[in-house]
């Protein structure tokens, strides 16, 4: 049985800096552009080029560093990273081997069952990207041929790797989002995994349950999306025990994820790091950092999302789900406080309400991302606003809602566009109550009999009629006078 096994995952997870060259040369740092025109001499390893450190990738990494809770070491130094790949020019990566920038950091994860939990971090090192290879198949097991785009190659790259904390694909999964929250907040990379400047490795195995010693590991490589994460380690746990199961060995060995056909298909091997042969990389000087320059960075440190989950509860009175959501995104928390001060600094549990259910259900509807909120903070206020007034009410407000999603007209255009003001004209709704009493007298005699829930059908009924237009309070107390009213003709 599974159960008498426990999975140990470790992840290594690549994060391109979004400055705004590369981290060795001057060439653009940009994606999408046409392949291999962002290119230069030291990208291409050509003979004489030297690279000379971004001094903005330096400080990201350390921003990033301190995000996470790291301690950042005072002299660091660039290590070769010597191996042979198509989309690796020089034969080697500038990277870190022994001196890593930052380390002994954390991220703390809260699961479902309300538990936390703390992932602590080993590492964050900076160092290049690779070039991209271009294959002309599924992937490079499958491809007849690759081709090598080498504008990402130079590209800044940390690469923040975890101790073996994590013990199930849940965890696995909210440490990512978490890592990806605090990461954009920072404002160090704009981690779209859909680009590459969020990609993620997965180390997995398993052992005995209370066993401490690690069993033999996997590394999975091209696990593109958060969902294609716990999707693979699902499977590989599940390979794993198998093996065990049956008697087997597992081998040390990089497989790929195929996310469409939820299989992991082997690459290659395990290389230790001692095969990589560092040694360190004599065309670039040590770092070396002082207390000034790490208090400097840790000053520029925007609000992290921890900090604003807790001011979203302390100073609006959220829940701890519904402020979760919103400080998730750097781009929904800044909205919803933009249209909380929009409304007077009132309205807040509304304010969310509206966000959590109908902006992120449209926004999901639509695939649109954080950076494309559909409807400004002074739209909602000003359809608020309407409410508050009686213009229109909250079931009207729905449709009006949509429509402004669909026009980007204000609320209050929409309503006088197409006649979706209020009726609380009593005459008018009078008229409609006694024509629904009458027209159904057996829901009627449910009323006489004590069927409270009948009045409340009948006020359905008005509201159909009036196209959810009436004012639900006032129709209730006129087909109570309706009712009344039929009882004493009887």
């Known amino acids: 049985m599974s159960e008498r096994w426990e999975t140990v995952i470790g992840l290594e997870v690549h994060v391109e800096l979004s400055t705004e060259t590369k981290v060795w040369c001057s060439c653009k740092n940009e994606f999408g552009a046409e392949p291999n025109t962002n290119v230069c001499p030291v990208c291409l390893a050509l003979p004489g080029s030297l690279p000379v450190l971004n001094a903005q990738a330096l400080e990201y990494a350390i921003r990033a560093g301190l995000a996470l809770n790291c301690k950042i070491q005072r002299y660091s130094k660039f290590d070769r990273k010597n191996y042979f790949y198509a989309d690796l020019p020089a034969g080697y990566q500038i990277s870190q081997y022994d001196l890593p920038l930052c380390y002994d950091g954390y991220v703390d994860i809260t699961k479902k069952d309300g538990t936390t939990r703390r992932i602590r971090i080993k590492r964050i090192h900076l160092e290049n990207d690779a070039g991209k290879l271009l294959h002309a198949g599924d992937d490079v097991t499958a491809a007849d041929y690759s081709l090598v785009d080498f504008n ?17 694909a849940e965890e696995a999964g909210l440490f ?72 087997g060995q ?12 939820g299989i992991s298909v ?28 790490i208090e400097r960075v840790r000053a520029a440190l925007p609000e992290l999302p921890d900090a604003v989950m807790a001011r979203l509860m302390n100073d609006y009175g959220l829940s701890a789900y519904d402020a979760s959501i919103i400080a998730s995104e750097r781009e929904f928390a800044q909205w919803f406080l933009q249209a ?49 007034k009686g213009t229109i009410t909250g079931k009207i407000a ?48 449910d009323w006489k009999a004590g069927k409270q829930s009948a009045a ?13 237009r009436a004012n639900p309070q006032l129709a209730l107390k006129l087909v109570t006078q309706a009712l009344e009213e039929q009882a004493a003709k009887e």
């Open 152 to 168: 990402r190659a130079g590209v800044p790259l940390i690469e923040i790797v975890t101790e073996p904390d994590i013990r199930s």
């Open 176 to 247: 990512l989002q978490k890592l990806r929250s605090i990461i954009k907040y920072s404002g160090v990379s704009d981690v779209k995994m859909e680009e590459g400047s969020m990609r993620c490795d997965v180390n997995i195995s398993v052992r005995p349950a209370g066993s401490s010693e690690f069993g033999v590991r996997s590394e999975l490589k091209n696990v593109n999306s958060f969902s294609a994460v716990v999707r693979a380690i699902e499977y590989e746990r599940k390979r794993h025990i198998a093996i065990l199961e049956e008697g």
């Open 250 to 261: 597992v081998e040390q060995e990089t497989r790929s994820w195929r996310d469409a056909q």
């Open 266 to 293: 082997l690459l290659r091997s395990k290389e230790d790091a001692e095969d990589y042969r560092y040694f360190p990389e004599p065309d670039l000087p040590p770092v070396v950092i002082s207390d000034a320059d």
């Open 340 to 388: 909380v001060e929009l409304a007077g600094g009132g309205q807040a549990k509304t304010i969310a309400n509206w966000q959590i259910n109908e902006l992120n259900r449209v926004m999901n509807e639509k695939g649109l991302g954080p950076e494309q909120i559909p409807v400004t903070p002074e739209q909602l206020v000003g359809m608020l606003q309407l409410i508050d």
């Open 398 to 445: 729905k449709t009006v809602f949509e429509k402004m999603v669909e026009t980007g007209k204000d609320a209050e255009t929409i309503v006088k566009e197409e006649g979706l003001t209020q009726v609380a004209d009593e005459g008018e709704l009078l008229a409609i109550a006694r024509e629904v009493v009458a027209a159904n007298p057996k829901v009627f005699e």
């Open 456 to 468: 409340q059908w009948f006020v359905g009924q008005i509201m159909k009629r009036t196209r959810g």
